[in-house]
């Protein structure tokens, strides 16, 4: 176990020399996220997940992992927001949203059956 966390401390060290380096660097930012949100540090996660929705204005993908950032912190407002977002922008993989453990928290919220019923009724032909 214990080369498992030395092989992570220096995924998030040299991820965040990266970034360091160059702050705009999309990829970095995004492997920095996920090691940090999967290591449970929610918050840093977050941080890096706004700053991606800053530079990837209109990818789906960015959106969904914002809502399942602030769904982690629950912050279920944003969440459905960001969700919100992804949808708009693309991101229409309904299965997965419906199992994914980061979205927890948001779906406990009524509003999120709501939610999908008018997305996927948007999305009928």
Not at 18 to 46: H, M, N, R, S, W
Not at 84 to 91: D, F, L, M, R
Not at 111 to 124: C, D, G, I, P, Q
Request: charged share 30%; net charge negative; aromatic share 12%.
């Amino acid at each position: 176990m214990k080369k498992k966390e030395d092989d992570l401390t220096f995924e998030i060290q040299f991820y965040e020399g990266l970034i360091k380096k160059k702050p705009d660097f999309v990829e970095a930012l995004a492997a920095l996220g996920d090691i940090y949100t999967k290591q449970g540090f929610y918050e840093k996660g977050l941080t890096i997940d706004r700053k991606l929705s800053v530079l990837r204005p209109e990818d789906p993908n960015v959106f969904y992992n914002l809502a399942c950032s602030y769904s982690l912190v629950n912050n279920i407002d944003q969440a459905l927001a960001a969700m919100q977002q992804a949808t708009e922008y693309g991101y229409h993989d309904f299965d997965y949203l419906q199992k994914d453990s980061d979205l927890e928290n948001l779906r406990r919220d009524t509003r999120f059956e709501h939610f999908l019923a008018n997305v996927k009724n948007k999305k009928s032909p």
